[in-house]
């Protein structure tokens, strides 16, 4: 039978940690005042709890569920704390929701196709409330032919670029797997991001000219936006999480709310995308984490199958291990194309994967050699030139000797801390033990 996930280890057995977790879980209905008294149980770390919800973008979620608690369970001053920084996250969210109503007329009326996505749309189309997801910016793909055109435009109603290009490295930025470029507004409070894929990062073919074909309807305060379909949403959601190597959390919640809140969701239509796309792993990886922290429901037949993915299985292991670590650092770059190789089940996907990281042209090699626009066709010799150079065997061997290291460090760590483990957060507070894995 399939093995559940590990117990979160390390840091992330912090009893905080749980009650993040619980905060963000998939309920059928509100948990009463005893069993969130039970989730408080025990000495929680508030100074260290605020911060590590705010990082991970679960300070709606967490304040929402922390205040119907009994009174006296939690400190009032927390209580006063979460409300404030709420207030504040629901103000943002409904201005942002303005922007980028406004931006849509815009574009609209300039005649470039523009679809919104993550960032307020989300937060109605899979939470049910604009102001239950903390987002900082907003999301809009076009196509790849528009981007420099939209950029104009942001910069005509005072938006700044956050990237200092010239016309070379703009044109070579598009070329490259970066899929966003970011303008910040005037008074620098949130960034727009402009998108042309949303996954070429890692080498996927979802783009922007098959998701315009592709859209339904969502009421956003009122006004009627059209959006990716469920299906595309939830695939695009799994390859962010990858991407970013499922950082925070809010990543898992966005997954799991999706799906507790379009149980209709068409899963073989998912499935069938995901491996023509060569990316069932990356989806197999956001149900896994999905399911198993924060109790989506998802299809058992569908987590079979995601538990029949031991790769899946060994990367959700260790996310879990290293979401809530307080020491973690970003991984470099070679630990990144690691990870990347790892999650591509295909051959092919992987050797794609590895010549587009070679050949594609970024903003580094324009850099590196600067080269008038008619001879920009050349970044695609000069890329593999910078990084051999870059990236040459004494960078691998000084890699493999930091790696090493880390290991040693992490075994003395487990060997100190020998009961770091903790349960699972559902039995903390005596839920019925999960079907995932028996």
């Known amino acids: 039978m399939p093995k559940p996930l590990p117990k979160l280890a390390a840091d992330s057995g912090r009893p905080e940690a749980r009650l993040l977790l619980r905060s963000g879980q998939v309920r059928e209905d509100s948990d009463g005042a005893e069993a969130i008294a039970t989730a408080l149980a025990g000495d929680l770390d508030w100074d260290y709890l605020l911060p590590a919800a705010s990082r991970h973008g679960m300070t709606p979620l967490l304040y929402q569920y922390l205040k119907t608690a009994r009174a006296g369970i939690v400190p009032e001053t927390v209580l006063d704390q979460l409300r404030d920084s709420f207030h504040t996250i629901t103000r943002h969210n409904l201005f942002l929701a303005g922007q980028l109503f406004d931006l849509l007329e815009l574009f609209e009326a300039n005649a470039i196709p523009a679809i919104p996505f993550k960032g307020p749309v989300l937060a109605v189309f899979a939470y049910g409330d604009l102001s239950l997801r903390q987002f900082v910016d907003l999301d809009i793909i076009v196509r790849r032919k528009d981007v420099l055109r939209s950029k104009e435009l942001l910069v005509s109603r005072g938006y700044r670029p ?40 890692l080498s ?90 924060l109790r989506a429901p998802v299809p058992k037949e569908i987590l079979l199958r995601a538990h029949g ?87 691998a061997r000084r890699e493999r000797v930091r790696a090493r290291q880390r290991e040693i460090e992490r075994k003395e760590s487990e060997i100190q801390n020998p009961k770091s483990e903790i349960q699972n957060p559902e039995s903390e507070v005596g839920n019925p033990e999960s079907e995932i894995g028996k």
């Open 162 to 201: 956050a990237l200092q290009l010239s016309r070379v490295e703009e044109k070579v930025f598009v070329l490259s797997d970066f899929e966003n470029y970011p303008l910040k507004d005037t008074t620098g409070s949130f960034e727009v991001e402009l998108h042309w894929g949303v996954t070429r990062r």
């Open 309 to 395: 993915d031991t790769e899946a299985e060994s990367l959700a292991e260790q996310v879990c291990r290293e979401m809530f670590r307080d020491s973690r650092d970003p991984p470099s770059a070679l630990e990144r194309f690691r990870l990347e190789v790892r999650m591509r089940e295909r051959l092919r996907d992987r050797v794609r994967h590895c010549l587009a990281i070679a050949l594609t042209p970024r903003v580094q090699d324009a850099e590196f050699l600067p080269l008038p626009g008619p001879l920009s066709p050349l970044y695609y010799l000069v890329r593999p030139v910078r990084l051999l150079l870059q990236y040459g065997l004494g960078a």
């Open 204 to 293: 996927i073919a979802l783009d922007a000219d098959r998701l315009h074909d592709c859209l339904i309807p969502v009421s956003v305060s009122g006004r009627e936006i059209r959006t990716l379909r469920t299906e595309d949403l939830l695939l695009t959601l799994c390859v962010h999480g990858a991407v970013h190597f499922w950082e925070r959390l809010a990543w898992v919640c966005d997954v799991a709310k999706l799906v507790a809140a379009h149980r209709s969701l068409e899963w073989e239509r998912v499935l069938k995308q995901a491996a023509a796309l060569g990316c069932r792993r990356m989806l197999f990886l956001g149900l896994l984490l999905a399911g198993e922290l």
